[in-house]
């Protein structure tokens, strides 16, 4: 197996057992933004370690899609 895959699946072993133990909720110093995003996702359904799939993954998407969004505005501008 890659060492990208472990390393997910390892980050993912320890975020499920956070989230299993319910510290999204009772932890102070969880951001208001993870707090409603797991508390949504709870309510349709979700348990804690599929709340880990979407979290662990949001990074990936918040950047993969940021250079291709920076490139036309930048081709705009210098066109």
Not at 24 to 46: C, E, F, T
């Amino acid at each position: 197996m890659p060492k990208a895959y472990k390393a997910r699946s390892t980050l993912q072993n320890i975020a499920c057992k956070w989230y299993s133990e319910d510290h999204d909720i009772h932890d102070p110093s969880v951001s208001a933004l993870v707090r409603n995003r797991a508390g949504a996702l709870q309510k349709n359904g979700l348990l804690g370690c599929e709340i880990v799939k979407f979290e662990v993954i949001l990074p990936n998407v918040a950047t993969l899609n940021a250079v291709p969004t920076f490139y036309w505005p930048l081709l705009y501008i210098l066109d």
